[in-house]
């Protein structure tokens, strides 16, 4: 499955643990890239893709509440939507990828997901939902995920 | 170029931001400038954010970093409705 990620995602597992990045393959579009490297001064090391365009529905009256890059991350998972995943904290890009049955994880569901697989250690998903926990824009999903952890 | 607008502040806001401007060697006016600056992106930011509004795209209109929007909306300590059902989700997986 192919995980295609926004600014959000990135942003969180490059502030919380860099470190993580390598245990995962994942791919995004040029202007995330660019946006998240121009505001940590870091380089990345996921795959580019090329924005292609699909028809998911996206109600008009919330189209202006999305930026460029958000439509084209919809787009491009629509498009592939029966083999990747979204990931994203974003909740409006969660709605509409919903919406349009496309799989999407926020951060914490993703690293449950990676649990789950068997891609990380438990030890790991948990220090890292740990670490999360002090710059994550919403700390009470953090928690639920963790008790969800704790129990396998 | 940014407008100049002239304003009346309470007393011990003065004093506090005159203290601040003799602390770091800085115009008073460069002091309440960044404080102001700081009070209205984050106020903006959440603005947007009630009015659902995208983090991508309150970072355009607000000029802000993402990372700081991020910052900003992680104080309202905010859950996603769905989260139960979600984690019910992995669960399943």
């Known amino acids: 499955m192919q995980i ?13 643990d860099a470190s993580m ?5 994942l791919a995004t579009i040029n202007s995330v890239a660019m946006e ?3 505001e940590l ?4 090391d996921v795959e580019i893709l090329k924005v292609e365009s699909s028809n998911p529905h996206i109600p008009k009256n919330k189209k202006i509440f999305l ?12 498009k592939h939507r029966n083999s990747c995943a979204l990931v994203t904290d974003d909740k409006l890009l969660r709605w509409i990828a919903k919406m349009n049955k ?7 569901q993703f690293m449950a997901f990676l649990l789950k697989k068997e891609k990380i250690s438990k030890a790991r998903c948990t220090s890292f939902l740990n670490l999360l926990k002090e710059t994550y ?12 952890v704790k129990r396998w | 170029m940014g407008a100049n607008i002239n304003v009346t502040l309470p007393e011990k806001v003065a004093e506090y931001l005159k203290r601040k401007s003799k602390e770091g060697y800085l115009p008073i ?16 930011v959440l603005d947007y954010h009630k009015k659902g509004f995208s983090i991508s795209k309150i970072s355009q209109l607000t000029e802000t970093p993402v990372t700081k929007v991020m910052g900003i909306l992680s104080k309202l300590g905010e859950e996603l409705d769905d989260i139960d059902e979600e984690v019910a989700e992995i669960e399943k997986i």
Do not use: W
Request: aromatic share 6%; net charge neutral; with cysteine.
């Open chain 1, 41 to 44: 001064g870091i380089k990345l």
């Open chain 1, 67 to 78: 930026s460029e890059s958000d439509v084209h991350l919809i787009n491009l998972s629509f």
């Open chain 1, 4 to 16: 295609i990620v926004n600014a959000t995602f990135l942003i969180n597992i490059i502030k919380a």
């Open chain 1, 102 to 108: 496309i799989k999407c994880f926020t951060t914490p």
């Open chain 2, 29 to 44: 006016s460069a002091v309440a400038r960044q404080y102001i600056a700081k009070g209205v992106v984050e106020e903006m």
């Open chain 1, 36 to 38: 998240v490297e121009n």
């Open chain 1, 137 to 148: 824009i919403r700390k009470k999903d953090i928690e639920k995920v963790l008790d969800l």
């Open chain 1, 21 to 25: 990045l390598e245990t995962m393959n």
